[in-house]
């Protein structure tokens, strides 16, 4: 996968629904604050008890969530993961694990809460997602 | 006759997704919630409606029904639709008001305004999240 240049990575931004309510300057100044990270098939990005790297955010490609060796949840483009271990300060609960060639953004860890509390349309999204998966996780429990 | 700013602070406090705003944050959502009274029998929302947001009993009781199921009864300082809130995801069950019932009612539009203005209100929140989705994802801390 080519790396994409800024113009068509901000395209890219805009059509994600995590960023859906930011201006052009904004998705422009994401595109900076972020890097992109490529992964391989099978690569794990976050380790289940090990300390937490950043937060992705998914481009292109899909990852599993897997816990105690068991998938628990597919994640595609425009889905993110890591913020949870970055939020609590504590180690991943879950393995994240690359299906097939992964493309993402990433933003360490240090730099999450000052970008959200600059970008609260992100953090409104990401409260939407997280309400979902949370009635998501309780099904699961039965 | 109306409930009190501290009584409504105390209020909102139960609601586990409050529970780590400061007092300051807590102080606006105040501002936000609007109280509604229903006569007994009258719906507070409807299975399958969409966005109708968080209702806190002040007072009364309401029952809630997914079709012939009764789900729950709620009395003073209990709620309902604390993730319809955040997702806006239309409601899993019927809430009908059992005896004249009072509320403290926020939609999700308030919730978005209020996120813009103090965007520490929508961290806290996520933070909060985090934690309930670490526990339902983790089953030793579950």
């Known amino acids: 996968m080519a790396t994409e240049a800024p113009l068509e990575l ?34 794990r990005i976050l380790r289940q008890g090990f300390q937490g790297t950043g937060f992705y955010v998914i481009l292109d490609g899909e990852v599993a969530i897997r816990v105690d060796g068991e998938d628990r949840a597919r994640l595609g483009r425009g889905d993110f993961f890591g913020e949870v271990s970055i939020l609590l300060g504590e180690p991943p609960v879950a393995d994240v694990v690359a299906l097939g060639p992964l493309r993402c953004l990433q933003l360490g860890g240090s730099e999450v809460e000052r970008f959200l509390l600059d970008h609260p349309p992100v953090m409104y999204r990401m409260l939407q997602a997280q309400a979902r998966r949370l009635r998501n996780a309780n099904r699961w429990r039965g | 006759m109306a409930t009190g700013r501290t009584a409504r602070a105390e209020l909102l406090r139960r609601v586990p997704l409050f529970h780590g705003i400061s007092e300051r944050a ?12 229903f006569p007994s029998g009258r719906y507070l929302a409807q299975q399958g ?13 309401v029952r809630v029904t997914r079709g012939d199921q009764t789900l729950a009864h709620l009395g003073p300082g209990e709620f309902v639709g604390e993730l319809s809130l955040l997702d806006g995801s239309p409601r899993m069950a019927h809430v009908v008001a059992e005896e004249p019932t009072r509320v403290l009612a926020l939609g999700t539009g308030d919730l978005l305004d209020l996120v813009e203005r103090e965007p520490s209100i929508a961290l806290a929140m996520l933070r909060t999240l985090a934690g309930r989705l670490r526990d339902a994802t983790d089953p030793e801390r579950g």
């Open chain 2, 49 to 61: 409606q969409v966005g109708s947001g968080l209702f806190v009993v002040i007072e009364g009781r």
């Open chain 1, 10 to 43: 901000v395209d890219s931004l805009a059509r994600l629904a995590l960023f859906a309510d930011l201006s052009r300057p904004q998705l422009e100044r994401v595109a900076h604050t972020f890097d992109e990270a490529v992964f391989p098939d099978g690569q």
């Open chain 2, 26 to 37: 807590l102080d606006s959502l105040v501002d936000l919630v609007t109280e509604v009274e």
